[in-house]
Nanobody, 117 residues
Framework: VQLQASGGGLVQAGGSLRLSCAAS????????MGWFRQAPGKEREFVAA????????TYADSVKGRFSISRDYVKNIVFLQMNSLKPEDTAVYYC???????????WGQGTLVTVSS
């Protein structure tokens, strides 16, 4: 499994960004795709996840109502739409994948999101 994240950048508080994660290497119908982030000096934390088949989603409380995860199952891309960004959203964002009952064991490289106040 290969995961390629992109879309990070510098944005002002209140702005929006959309991250993309291109997935390849197998069929993902039995997978959960997730986004995590790691801010400077902090541990990596869960942001959002989507079940590839069915599209059920889960969000961290800190991003509910502001972030939205979705997938294009034809192009094998997972998106993270981030709205109303806050300085505390600044972090390196990683996409990850796992089988339904497993742990996240496939990780892409990170993409940096910087939100200025």
């Amino acid at each position: 499994v290969q995961l390629q994240a992109s879309g990070g950048g510098l944005v002002q508080a209140g702005g929006s960004l959309r991250l993309s994660c291109a997935a390849s290497g197998r069929t993902f119908s039995s997978y959960v795709m997730g986004w995590f982030r790691q801010a400077p000096g902090k541990e990596r934390e869960f942001v959002a996840a989507i079940v590839w088949r069915g599209g059920d989603t889960t969000y961290a409380d800190s991003v509910k109502g502001r972030f939205s995860i979705s997938r294009d199952y034809v192009k094998n891309i997972v998106f993270l739409q981030m709205n109303s960004l806050k300085p505390e959203d600044t972090a390196v964002y990683y996409c990850a994948a796992k089988i339904l009952a497993g742990r996240y064991n496939y990780w892409g490289q990170g993409t940096l999101v910087t939100v200025s106040s």
